[in-house]
């Protein structure tokens, strides 16, 4: 299997130097998403190109990942598991055994709409992730603008996405989740289309208080769905029309 590999990152882990592997093949396919080789590609087999992106991000087996874990243990601090959606690959287990091993902290980034996956990490002590980041893409009752179209053409049916988004959303405000110190966070990109203050209003509505609520801002030029590259993305005005919404029931939310 081909992953992505960022041998160094100062931003994919909040205060640690780390490295990030981008594990290939997702269950959605947000229009607006700038990650189309992994997201198409095959999770058994990964993506078949090279990174386009320059200085040390590269596709290289997951070997090379494992080796890179273990030759720079004493200067990283963590390893980020992102993706696609890196519940959907077999190669997870293994990757947080080692970087545990290695003595480094594991950050998860998911779309959380694996659950049971998810709740199988929380549940095992050695597997546990540090750091589980969740992308919250829109209001979970639009995610079936989010899926690709059934094999016989028809529209995808979000509810299954919905209910595996909330059930996500729900295990990690339990104590299941506090039991092994996760920290979490969760994360939402100010896509004009996809989310709007009614948007806001409905994921304020499903995390907790005290949650902590990143946004980015949407940078259009290499979406999945070239359409999506001509969308004028919010001004820095409305994005903070949009965060002072947010605050009013998550106080920790903040542009990053």
């Given at each position: 299997m081909n992953v992505g590999l960022q041998k160094t990152s100062l931003v994919n882990y909040p205060r640690r130097l780390a490295a990030a592997v981008f594990l290939p093949g997702c269950n959605l396919r947000c229009p607006y998403c700038y990650n189309a080789e992994l997201v198409c590609a095959s999770v058994l087999h990964g993506p078949v190109i090279r990174a386009s992106a320059g200085g040390n991000n590269d596709y290289v087996p997951v070997e090379a990942v494992f080796e890179h874990i273990e030759k720079r243990k004493s200067v990283l601090q963590g390893l980020v598991i992102s993706g696609g959606e890196a519940l959907l690959s077999p190669v997870v287990p293994e990757l947080i055994v080692?970087?545990?091993?290695?003595?480094?902290?594991?950050k998860l980034d998911?779309?959380?709409?694996?659950?049971?996956?998810?709740?199988?990490?929380?549940?095992?002590?050695?597997?546990?992730?540090?750091?589980?980041?969740?992308?919250?893409?829109?209001?979970?009752?639009?995610?079936?603008?989010?899926?690709?179209?059934?094999?016989?053409?028809?529209p995808a049916d979000g509810l299954y996405a919905e209910t595996a988004l909330k059930k996500t959303l729900?295990?990690?405000?339990?104590?299941?989740?506090?039991?092994?110190?996760?920290?979490?966070?969760?994360?939402?990109?100010?896509v004009p289309p996809l989310v709007q203050a009614a948007d806001i209003?409905?994921?304020?509505?499903?995390?907790?208080?005290g949650a902590h609520w990143f946004f980015a801002p949407f940078l259009p030029g290499q979406c999945l769905?070239?359409?999506?590259?001509?969308?004028?993305?919010?001004?820095?005005e409305e994005m903070k029309q949009l965060i002072q919404l947010a605050q009013t029931k998550i106080p920790h939310s903040t542009l990053r």
């Open positions: 080692r970087a545990k091993k290695a003595g480094l902290a594991v998911t779309n959380g709409l694996l659950p049971d996956a998810l709740q199988a990490l929380l549940g095992d002590r050695e597997l546990c992730p540090d750091m589980v980041a969740l992308d919250i893409k829109t209001n979970p009752s639009r995610y079936g603008e989010l899926l690709a179209a059934r094999q016989d053409g028809s729900k295990l990690l405000q339990t104590p299941e989740a506090s039991a092994h110190s996760v920290e979490i966070e969760y994360r939402t990109v100010f209003q409905a994921i304020a509505d499903l995390l907790q208080p769905n070239p359409a999506w590259n001509k969308i004028r993305p919010y001004t820095m």
